[in-house]
């Protein structure tokens, strides 16, 4: 009986050690076939062309990545530029100015805006933010847009991100001692000096951390962005052009391209470095997290 | 001047704040205003008449019952690997031991991978397997999608359970697999709420099921078949040039929405026992 005991607490703790190991090979997995996917575009073909041409012409065997890669990165900008005064603001609001039922009130509505797929804010993006921009704000700045544009793209993606950041930056201000903003505020400082000269100042590793994080998540975003953005391969010379983020580019052409090959593998090579900038971001980001975290914590 | 700056700037915080809340009305109020004129019985309990992207008739119900056979099947693939390891990193490995941290961050970074590049590595993982776009196709990708989010939210729980327990239960001479078991019966609206965060964000995920499930019009009855989801109905419906057919799109949104407004719910109220039990 006992030994029947032991060897069932035996099976499960090797069991149990494989999955941990399956978790941590995982992510080499996806790393690595993504990777050797890449190769054959990155034998035929200099890496460094790769990524600063302009020509996309598939057919005809041009796989410049430069007007992909800069949509992505004018699309993510334009959704930090928004997203992160509203969620400083917001979440110092909700760290040390709201009252109890405020917080409780406010956690739900976080939640549901991290919670709303990414498909509906595509619908939304189309339905209310492409027809804005195409009728009431790009008229002002240039003679056409349809609307669907790197700037639509933008706006869609920071409401996307805003919960995220919000909730990080939240943790990252609960976790300053309280002490130290008790001691600012006997001083006869008021609750804004306090917020501007300790909690910020404290926290500026984490907000950093916390902006990473919220990059990362707008590069990889797809849906949306494929929604709203009008996917033209040029690169975009005005937030009013339409854009071409990488991760619609792949939405798009995957899955019908298993007759080129080294179609194939250039939309691999656009994965591969989603993976390797997401995982890099990620990495670091959580490290600052993690720190902040245990600095606190005893 | 101080006190000047003091009201100006809660005054610019709580108009943020209020803006956030707005923008969440906002995409809400759309989505039903659009959707609700188009919203029938038939939408979830007919299946698309004359194919999903012009047909005029019919409704959804072959991409919501996709959608959950998918959520399903991945849902059992997460939960059998990440019961099992949170329960590893918490109560089997040493409380700060390297290996648990190697865990939890290679989680994190797994957690942060989008979902396109979950579809891509899923699609080129069945073209080296010799799987078509399928049902387990399909929930196979997700399962990787839904795996890394469970876990954190578990393993977040699981580290808040006070050490107590777990103590009382080996000092009375059960094996640590017998602790686990009762343990677990404790942390069972902690799991419930992470299995309904993975639920909300799997079924929502078009870019993983894009290429691995593929789409259809009917109700697959094998693995193998195809099989049609709810956010890639609204994606395809609404890029048909009839009319009828984006109308059904944007009542395939609401669906969505509800479902998701519900999950959420439920969670929430799960999370609150869970503290309640907790005290």
Redesign the interface.
């Known amino acids: 009986m006992r030994r029947l005991?032991?060897a069932?607490?035996k099976a499960?703790?090797y069991?149990?050690?494989g999955?941990?190991i399956?978790?941590?090979l995982?992510?080499l997995v996806?790393g690595l076939?993504?990777f050797f996917?890449a190769l054959p575009i990155m034998r035929e073909k200099n890496l460094w062309v790769l990524l600063s041409s302009a020509d996309w012409k598939p057919f005809k065997g041009d796989f410049g990545f430069l007007p992909f890669i800069l949509s992505t990165f004018y699309v993510s900008l334009i959704a930090i530029i928004i997203a992160l005064?509203?969620s400083i603001?917001?979440s110092?609001?909700?760290n040390s100015?709201?009252s109890k039922n405020v917080r409780r009130f406010?956690?739900?509505?976080i939640?549901?805006?991290s919670?709303?797929?990414?498909?509906?804010?595509?619908?939304?993006g189309?339905?209310?933010i492409v027809p804005l921009i195409a009728n009431k704000i790009a008229p002002r700045f240039v003679e056409f847009s349809s609307g669907y544009t790197i700037l639509a793209g933008g706006v869609v993606l920071a409401?996307m991100i805003?919960p995220l950041l919000?909730s990080i930056m939240v943790e990252v201000f609960r976790s300053i001692p309280k002490e130290m903003t008790d001691a600012s505020l006997s001083m006869g400082?008021?609750?804004?000096?306090t917020?501007k000269k300790v909690i910020l100042r404290k926290s500026i590793s984490g907000i950093i951390a916390a902006t990473v994080?919220a990059l990362?998540?707008a590069?990889?975003?797809?849906?949306a962005v494929l929604?709203v953005c009008g996917n033209t391969a040029k690169i975009p010379h005005s937030i009013f052009d339409a854009g071409y983020p990488l991760?619609a580019l792949?939405?798009n052409n995957?899955?019908e391209m298993?007759s080129m090959p080294s179609y194939e593998s250039a939309?691999?090579l656009s994965?591969f470095l989603?993976?390797i900038i997401?995982?890099l971001?990620?990495?670091l980001s959580?490290?600052t997290l993690?720190q902040i975290e245990r600095r606190y914590q005893f | 001047m101080?006190?000047l700056?003091?009201k100006i700037?809660?005054v610019?915080?709580?108009c943020?704040?209020m803006?956030?809340?707005g923008?969440?009305m906002?995409?809400i109020g759309?989505?039903f205003y659009?959707g609700l004129p188009a919203l029938t019985l038939d939408m979830v309990t007919k299946l698309p008449g004359g194919g999903f992207y012009l047909g005029k008739e019919g409704g959804v119900l072959n991409a919501i019952v996709g959608s959950l056979y998918i959520i399903l099947g991945s849902l059992t693939i997460s939960i059998l690997?990440s019961v099992?390891?949170v329960?590893?990193?918490n109560f089997?490995l040493p409380a700060r031991s390297i290996?648990s941290s190697?865990?939890r961050?290679?989680?994190?970074?797994?957690?942060?991978?989008?979902?396109?590049?979950?579809?891509?590595?899923g699609?080129?993982?069945m073209?080296y397997l010799g799987i078509r776009?399928s049902l387990i196709g399909g929930i196979l990708t997700v399962a990787?999608l839904i795996?890394p989010i469970m876990?954190r939210s578990f393993d977040e729980i699981t580290r808040l359970l006070s050490r107590d327990l777990p103590d009382a239960l080996l000092s009375l001479g059960t094996?640590?697999?017998?602790m686990?078991k009762v343990i677990l019966r404790q942390l069972m609206p902690g799991l419930v709420t992470a299995i309904l965060l993975a639920i909300?964000?799997g079924?929502?995920?078009?870019?993983t099921v894009?290429?691995t499930a593929g789409y259809t019009d009917n109700i697959p009855t094998s693995l193998n078949q195809p099989a049609a989801t709810l956010?890639l109905s609204?994606?395809f419906q609404?890029g048909s040039p009839v009319e009828e057919v984006q109308n059904r799109?944007?009542a395939s949104?609401i669906i969505?929405?509800v479902i998701?407004?519900i999950?959420?719910?439920s969670?929430?109220y799960f999370s609150s026992k869970f503290s309640k039990n907790k005290i």
Request: aromatic share 16%; proline share 5%.
């Open positions: 005991r032991a069932k607490d499960a703790r069991l149990m050690l999955i941990g399956f978790t941590i995982l992510l996806i076939s993504l996917k005064p509203f603001l917001t110092i609001y909700l100015y709201a406010f956690e739900p509505v939640d549901l805006l919670g709303i797929p990414p498909v509906i804010y595509g619908v939304w189309t339905l209310t409401v805003i919000i400082a008021t609750k804004w000096q917020v994080l990362s998540r590069f990889g975003e797809t849906m929604m991760p792949i939405a995957y899955g298993l939309l691999m994965a989603l993976f997401v995982v971001f990620n990495g959580r490290f993690n | 101080k006190h700056e003091e700037f809660k610019i915080m709580i943020a704040a803006i956030i809340l923008v969440l906002y995409i759309t989505v659009r690997i099992p390891l329960m590893y990193i089997y290996f190697i865990i961050f290679s989680l994190d970074i797994l957690f942060g991978i989008p979902s396109i590049v979950y579809g891509a590595f699609f080129a993982l073209i776009a990787m795996m876990m094996t640590k697999y017998e686990v909300g964000r079924i929502g995920d078009a870019a894009l290429f956010p609204i994606f609404l799109a944007y949104a969505l929405t998701i407004l999950l959420s719910f969670a929430r």
